[in-house]
């Protein structure tokens, strides 16, 4: 079956960074994304990779390593606003997007 | 950028009725929109694939006769809740992949249904 693991909750201190980790294991993959979704909102796209390495994007940056089925997100200097849920998705061989179930990300002052 | 809308916003209904909600990509055209059901506090779950001018693709579980898609333009794809019942209240997420783009989904900002 198609997995897309990621930690439920996370909590981070305003300023500091946070790293969000998602593991997969799909039938087939063209590609890993992360969006954001406040509460009651729909998901904005925040990054996308499918090579390996590091994609950086003003405070928040997204690793992929195809080899160990492996993402994160990282956020640097945390604002308030930061608190959303995190969703990492995968685009199967057949070019469905699977969706982890989200990481709620608590941002305390 | 490329914009979704959805419509309505939210929307209060009786068991039984029928609801429609549209979802429109406002300054692209997309060959193909996604309908998801996100229930609270759990992930988006695609409900169907819709192409249009063809018929939509229902993933595992979804009732067709239930959930009807039209995909009848390349702006404009519709859902259309067929004798809703409480269950079926739900956030509602239309998304629209840019016809020669990226495989990036621009998403609406979806629809509450609350079924009384």
């Known amino acids: 079956g198609q997995n897309i693991d990621q930690p439920t909750e996370m909590t981070a201190t305003e300023g500091a960074i946070v790293q969000i980790n998602c593991t997969y294991q799909?039938?087939?993959?063209?590609?890993l994304f992360w969006y954001q979704q406040h509460a009651g909102e729909a998901p904005t796209f925040l990054s996308y990779?499918?090579l390996d390495g590091l994609e950086e994007k003003g405070r928040f940056s997204s690793f992929l390593s195809r080899s160990k089925g492996y993402s994160y997100l990282l956020l640097k200097e945390l604002q308030m606003k930061d608190s959303a849920s995190y969703l990492c998705a995968v685009m199967d061989s057949n070019y469905q997007l699977i969706w982890g179930a989200g990481t709620k990300l608590i941002i305390k002052p | 950028g490329a914009v979704v809308s959805q419509h309505p916003s939210w929307v209060i209904c009786k068991s039984g009725t029928s609801v429609k909600i549209e979802c429109r990509s406002l300054d692209f055209q997309a060959t193909t929109m996604f309908w998801y059901r996100q229930f609270p506090k759990q992930s988006l779950m695609l409900m169907a694939t819709s192409n249009e001018g063809s018929k939509a693709t229902y993933e595992q579980g979804v009732e067709k006769d239930k959930f009807l898609i039209n995909h009848a333009s390349l702006t404009l794809s519709t859902l259309t809740v067929t004798s809703a019942h409480p269950e079926d209240s739900s956030f509602y997420i239309c998304?629209?992949?840019?016809?020669?783009?990226?495989?990036?989904?621009?998403f609406g900002p979806g629809t509450r249904l609350t079924v009384l």
């Open positions: 799909t039938s087939g993959f063209n590609g």
């Open positions: 998304s629209a992949r840019r016809a020669g783009g990226s495989e990036e989904q621009f």
């Open positions: 990779n499918v």
